[in-house]
């Protein structure tokens, strides 16, 4: 498995629907987002990481946390799969979450994925509990307060590392335009619904590293 630090992990400060999302979305098995396309240049919600190899992007990192806890989502592009980029970017998304005070990370497997229980297992594998809604959560911070999990060395260990300025004024922003953003009416979709990514989405598609633990 190729080394953690060939990958490079980068904050996108304006994210929009590129060709590089096409390509790696595109490789996404169906069932895990809504079908219609979306326009070039569409701007995305929330923070965007890409995950780089030598100039190339092998994959992306989401992450919401309008709504207290940081709901996460990763997409590894098909070739990259197996080669280590889901858990570097997992485990860059819990430093992220842990450095904004967060108490979890969570993610919902959506009804319709193809590989939900493959997923579900990765999930479990790298720390994640199933609760009865249905949410995989794993609690960032020190030790005492992880579920359970032998954490050492590992993100979301340890205390967290207050956010630098820049971090935080992203942060900021990010909660200020989402206050703004309509709220729905009705009640929020169910698990499964047709969502696409880049939306405040539950079960969004992660690597399942072919269960190379």
């Given at each position: 498995m190729p080394a953690a630090d060939t990958l490079r992990w980068v904050h996108e400060d304006d994210p929009r629907w590129d060709a590089d999302r096409e390509r790696v979305f595109a490789t996404v098995p169906e069932g895990v987002f809504r079908t219609e396309a979306r326009r070039p240049g569409e701007r995305l919600s929330s923070d965007w990481w890409r995950v780089e190899r030598e100039g190339t992007v092998v994959g992306y990192g989401w992450l919401d946390d309008v709504w207290g806890d940081a709901e996460v989502l990763l997409a590894v592009e098909a070739g990259a799969r197996g080669s280590g980029v889901g858990v570097f970017a997992l485990h860059r998304l819990e430093e992220e979450a842990a450095a904004r005070g967060l108490n979890y990370v969570l993610n919902v497997v959506r009804e319709t994925h193809p590989e939900r229980a493959q997923v579900t297992a990765w999930f479990e594998h790298h720390g994640f509990v199933a609760g009865e809604d249905g949410r995989l959560r794993k609690r960032?911070?020190?030790?005492?307060?992880?579920?359970?999990?032998?954490?050492?060395?590992?993100?979301?260990?340890?205390?967290?590392?207050?956010?630098?300025?820049?971090?935080?004024?992203?942060?900021?922003?990010?909660?200020?335009?989402?206050?703004?953003?309509?709220?729905?009416?009705?009640?929020?979709?169910?698990?499964?619904?047709?969502?696409?990514?880049?939306?405040?989405?539950?079960?969004?598609?992660?690597?399942?590293?072919?269960?190379?633990?």
């Amino acid at each position: 498995m190729p080394a953690a630090d060939t990958l490079r992990w980068v904050h996108e400060d304006d994210p929009r629907w590129d060709a590089d999302r096409e390509r790696v979305f595109a490789t996404v098995p169906e069932g895990v987002f809504r079908t219609e396309a979306r326009r070039p240049g569409e701007r995305l919600s929330s923070d965007w990481w890409r995950v780089e190899r030598e100039g190339t992007v092998v994959g992306y990192g989401w992450l919401d946390d309008v709504w207290g806890d940081a709901e996460v989502l990763l997409a590894v592009e098909a070739g990259a799969r197996g080669s280590g980029v889901g858990v570097f970017a997992l485990h860059r998304l819990e430093e992220e979450a842990a450095a904004r005070g967060l108490n979890y990370v969570l993610n919902v497997v959506r009804e319709t994925h193809p590989e939900r229980a493959q997923v579900t297992a990765w999930f479990e594998h790298h720390g994640f509990v199933a609760g009865e809604d249905g949410r995989l959560r794993k609690r960032v911070g020190d030790r005492v307060r992880d579920i359970g999990q032998h954490q050492d060395g590992r993100p979301g260990t340890g205390e967290p590392t207050p956010p630098s300025d820049g971090r935080q004024a992203r942060y900021l922003a990010e909660r200020e335009r989402a206050a703004g953003r309509p709220r729905p009416e009705t009640e929020p979709a169910a698990v499964g619904a047709d969502r696409g990514p880049g939306e405040e989405e539950s079960g969004g598609y992660v690597d399942p590293e072919q269960h190379r633990y």
